[in-house]
């Protein structure tokens, strides 16, 4: 098809028209569509419905002999740690198992910065000028939302295609008001790419002007492949502790989108010495985790192998969704310059960059065509796209004929926005 920017006037309405007629049809059709959140769909958690009668009546005993059922073990059952420690490359002794969220890790951990600060600072984060995390964009909107609701300010950082951009980063945190940095390093929510083992390299030896920074490791996608290839991540903690730096990461990762998304274990991995001070925070937080359900899971999965054969199972039932979404991009907006989009490996998300200014037009369009869309901005700090271009398309939940239905519609309000836009600039 021919670029939108090369259409003369004429061409361009008589394009336009065409879309909007399509798009009322579509409208028409009265759909109620759902494409906010990566949630695992009905058919993925039932992938772990026989996790719901383990460990089992009577079997409550971990491997040391400890009774699950009782308070204490605040690090985690000793087996629940090794068979995490291939997905988050940690020792198990260096790894904590929570309760179902990684996210209220990452929170505990911010708070405990600013309240307490951690290891290697002077004092604690609140008592120091307003601290700064690094926040690479697009990214996660929850990341965001905890340092908005915790008054950290964030500086956005460009992503390259192989991570953020380094350049920049590096230039960045030689500021000492810099305390943290959000990653998500494999299958990056929500563009998709994988940190280059030379940027992870570049991450773990950089010098900061903060001697207590630390990379918010969010490793969520660790597993979540959506091809046969499995694309290696650089051993961050390895990587740190070479450096010099070996304080520098606090790695994060669930079972959130492995097994059951609101009865999932959340891990916590670091070095030796971070392991001490959250262990140390914990203590007042809470007498001890869910043993029952660390037990359940590794009854379940068993070992890494039976981690990636589940997850499998997971690829067969969400690749087809992610493969339609991408065709039906391709077969309306292909070659047109409306949109560019990513095709990720894995992960859960899609992102979609229109021409500038066309983001919350697109949104408005998807609403009120029956079509609820992650808010334009979402992917940055703050909410604001200062090119409001970004979308972030979410097909895992959804049933595979919705998702197609989604994705013709979404497609559609994207060209038309496109249309809308340009032909407003060129009045």
């Keep these: 098809m021919t670029t939108l920017a090369s259409l003369d006037p004429a061409a361009r309405d008589a394009l336009r028209a065409e879309t909007r007629k399509a798009y009322e049809a579509f409208k028409a059709r009265g759909l109620k569509l759902d494409m906010t959140r990566g949630k695992p769909a009905p058919e993925q958690l039932d992938l772990s419905s026989a996790m719901m009668s383990l460990p089992g009546n009577g079997d409550h005993f971990a491997e040391s002999g400890e009774d699950a059922r009782n308070y204490g073990g605040l690090q985690g059952l000793p087996e629940a740690r090794a068979l995490f420690a291939p997905l988050v490359q940690a020792p198990p002794a260096q790894i904590v198992i929570g309760d179902n969220s990684s996210l209220a890790l990452m929170h505990d951990c911010v708070a405990w910065a600013l309240l307490k600060g951690v290891p290697g600072s002077v004092k604690p984060w609140s008592q120091e000028q307003e601290p700064v995390f690094l926040c690479p964009v697009p990214g996660y909107d929850r990341h965001f939302a905890i340092c908005e609701a915790l008054g950290i300010r964030m500086l956005p950082v460009p992503m390259t295609g192989q991570g953020p951009d380094m350049d920049v980063v590096e230039k960045l945190a030689a500021d000492p008001a810099v305390k943290g940095m959000w990653c998500v390093p494999k299958y990056a929510n929500p563009s998709g790419e994988i940190y280059s083992d030379e940027t992870v390299r570049r ?47 606090f790695i994060f990762a669930s079972t959130s989108k492995v097994t059951l998304a609101g009865a999932g274990l959340a891990v916590f991995a670091s070095s030796p010495e971070n392991v001490r001070w959250f262990l140390g925070r ?25 981690i990636e054969s589940h ?9 087809p969704k992610f493969e339609a979404v991408l065709d039906a991009l391709e077969a309306r907006l292909g070659g047109t310059g409306a949109a560019t989009w990513t095709k990720p490996e894995g992960g859960y998300f899609i992102t979609v960059d229109t021409v500038d ?57 994207i060209l038309l926005a496109g249309l809308e836009t340009q032909t407003a600039e060129a009045a």
């Design 357 to 413: 200014g066309a983001a919350q037009r697109v949104v408005a369009l998807a609403k009120d065509a029956g079509i609820a869309l992650t808010p334009a901005g979402a992917t940055s700090p703050y909410g604001r796209d200062p090119h409001d271009r970004t979308l972030r398309l979410a097909p895992t939940f959804p049933s595979l004929s919705d998702v197609k239905a989604a994705a013709e519609g979404i497609a559609l309000c």
């Design 203 to 249: 991450l773990a030896a950089m010098e900061t002007g903060s001697p207590d920074f630390r990379l918010f490791w969010d490793n969520a996608y660790a597993v979540h492949h959506l091809t046969a290839t499995r694309h290696p991540l650089a051993d961050i903690l390895s990587l740190c502790e070479k450096a010099g730096h070996p304080d520098r990461a």
């Design 311 to 319: 997850m499998e199972k997971q690829r067969t039932l969400i690749a």
């Design 282 to 306: 914990a203590f007042f937080r809470t007498i001890g985790p869910d043993k029952l359900n660390q037990l359940r899971h590794v009854r379940f999965l068993k070992d890494m192998a039976g």
